[in-house]
């Protein structure tokens, strides 16, 4: 049997069973990649959004998130996984392989630049994805009409260089398999209030866009 229908069929279980509200929980997974940057920038973020998801859109996502290697089949377990970082990323031929397979098979990335990371995610995931580039999703595409309404597109959450915010898709065939939030850092307003210190109107604005990818990358 083709391995992407296998996948296929694997991701269509795993959305039944995030259906059911007797299923084992799910899991949000944080992506674990070589080349020196600190994928494990944001501790806490994983475990507030799938708290909020639980919450807001009533799934049943275990808030002990997991953390999986590029090159591993665990990748496979997972139907949504983040990534992030200030620095470095390296994937090799092998890893750049896995994540593509996991991705043309249904799972859905989420790239978030913690800042200083742009240089280096754009040619790892060129590598994933020779054929395709980082196009700036519209207003109006759906990751921003999912529970949670957002017109004008992402919201700022840190300064950085103080430009606006960029949500950037790699589409497959149609699919978003990849979204990369860009100048605006989602994952330091999904980390616990004293971390940041950030006001409770940004940190809710900053869970509510990432309750909409996470609904978005088990509906699409």
Sequence with gaps: MNK??????????????????NS???????????GGGDWYANPTSLKNLSRFCNKELKMA???????VEVGSADLFNYPFLHMTGHGNVVFSDLEAQ????????GGFLHIDDNYGMDPFVRPSMKKVFPELDFIELPFSHPIYKQKFEFPKGLPKIHEHDRKAPQGFGLIWQGRLVCYYSFECDLGDGWEDREV???PEEVRIQALRMGANLVQYAFIQ
């Excluded at 992407?4 to 509200?21: A, E, Q, R, T, Y």
């Excluded at 996502?61 to 953390?67: R, V």
């Excluded at 896995?98 to 098979?105: D, I, S, T």
């Design 4 to 21: 992407n229908i296998i996948l296929l069929f694997f991701f269509s279980c795993v959305f039944l069973s995030f259906s059911n509200k």
């Design 24 to 34: 084992i929980p799910l899991k949000l997974a944080l992506l674990k990649y070589n």
């Design 61 to 67: 996502l275990d808030e002990n998130y997991a953390t």
């Design 98 to 105: 896995n994540l593509r397979q996991y991705l043309l098979g």
């Design 196 to 198: 940041h210190k950030d």
